[in-house]
């Protein structure tokens, strides 16, 4: 895993949002509040509007000195020297994207509500796991359950940090810290906040690992 990397803390991952301007404000906002992990997902954008965006994103994510993470595309992160790619069960091999970004780039995996999952994504060399979704959400209202008690086992046999998402706000939060993760991967708790960057600072004031 990249040197500088560390996926701990708030994970902000960016809401679907076609205006590049008002997405920088946001994340602005998010970054000043204390997060410490973007993920560029737009699920919207088409091609040249995902490179345009991630590209933006590149240089205001170094001004503070956060990982970027772009969500499913190896080939983007690759593009824009992104610190490392998310990957769910369709988006491609562990063993693709580490040929295309090399060791030092960050390699993470949804594993939903299976450990297994988790433990073949390491093998496979993955640098973190995922797990969700720990409670109802509105981005992925079909998402599957997964409970905390996932998190004390992969936090007993793994030794790659630990993200959870799905739901998570500042209140319910705490219970997934103290099961074991290392991140709160965060969409709209923090984005659809009528202030983002207290949201985000209300995240980043919690006991993280
Ligand atoms: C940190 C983090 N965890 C899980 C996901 C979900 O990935 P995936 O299942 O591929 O679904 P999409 O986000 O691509 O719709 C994630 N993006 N980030
Ligand atoms: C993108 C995503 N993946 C999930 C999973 O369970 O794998 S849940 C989810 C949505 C996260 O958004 P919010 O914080 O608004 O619930
Ligand atoms: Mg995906």
Redesign the pocket.
């Known amino acids: 895993m990249g040197l500088n990397v560390r996926i701990s803390g708030l994970?902000a991952?960016t809401p679907d949002e076609r205006d590049t301007a008002e997405l920088l404000r946001k994340v602005r906002q998010v970054l000043l509040g204390g997060a410490q992990v973007v993920?560029y997902?737009n699920?919207l954008a088409d091609a040249q509007l995902r490179f345009e965006q991630a590209g933006a994103l590149r240089v205001l994510t170094r001004e503070f000195g956060v990982p970027l993470?772009v969500?499913?595309d190896a080939g983007l992160a690759k593009q824009v020297d992104a610190d490392g790619v998310?990957?769910?069960?369709?988006?491609g091999s562990v063993a693709a994207a580490r040929a295309l970004l090399g060791a030092a780039k960050v390699i993470?995996v949804?594993c939903?509500n299976r450990a297994p999952l988790a433990f073949e994504a390491v093998r496979q060399g993955a640098d973190?796991v995922?797990?969700?979704a720990f409670f109802p959400s509105g981005?992925?209202p079909d998402?599957v359950k997964a409970t905390p008690e996932l998190l004390q086992q992969a936090r007993r046999e793994l030794n790659v940090p630990i993200?959870a998402?799905?739901g998570i706000t500042v209140q319910n939060g705490a219970e997934l810290l103290e099961a074991g993760a290392d991140?709160l991967?965060v969409i709209s708790a923090v984005f659809a906040a009528a202030d983002i960057q207290d949201a985000a600072r209300q995240f980043a004031e919690l006991k993280y690992p």
């Open positions: 994970y991952i993920q997902r699920k993470i969500n499913d998310h990957l769910g069960g369709t988006d993470g949804s939903y973190y995922a797990f969700g981005v992925k998402a993200v998402i799905g991140a991967a």
